[in-house]
């Protein structure tokens, strides 16, 4: 069982940056879990945003945030990080952090069904 809490989220204005970060209360080792990031827009589907593999070596991002925003994890503080840059208005959204265990194929972690362990949110405005 893993308990997440997010946190860096705010008001910024167009071209700002923000740095979000999950801590993660873990049953087993945290380098057990692959981490993700969603967010989810008003009236909208929750998207994915980034993942990042148990060790850190492999990263994945929504085409939309590619060269922006940046997912990085730091195992020996169990706490996974998105480092986002010229945000824009459409990056306004409540964003999740997600974990999964290891063993989940890394192609599926794209999607929000892969993952079981979620955190509560931290929401991101951006004024243009």
């Known amino acids: 069982q893993v308990q997440l809490v997010e946190s860096g989220g705010g008001l910024v204005q167009a071209g700002g940056s923000l740095k979000l970060s999950c801590a993660a209360s873990?049953?087993?080792?945290?380098?057990?879990?692959?981490m993700g990031w969603f967010r989810q827009a008003p009236t909208k589907d929750r998207e994915f945003v980034a993942a990042i593999n148990w060790s850190g070596d492999y990263t994945n991002y929504a085409d939309s945030v590619k060269g922006r925003f940046t997912i990085s994890r730091n195992n020996a503080e169990n706490t996974v990080y998105l480092l986002m840059n010229n945000l824009k208005p459409e990056d306004t959204a409540v964003y999740y952090c997600?974990?999964?265990?290891?063993?989940?194929?890394?192609?599926?972690?794209?999607?929000?069904?892969?993952?079981?362990?979620w955190g509560q949110g931290t929401q991101v405005t951006v004024s243009s």
């Open positions: 873990v049953g087993r080792t945290f380098t057990t879990y692959h």
């Open positions: 997600a974990a999964e265990f290891w063993t989940t194929s890394w192609d599926a972690l794209t999607t929000r069904g892969a993952f079981h362990s």
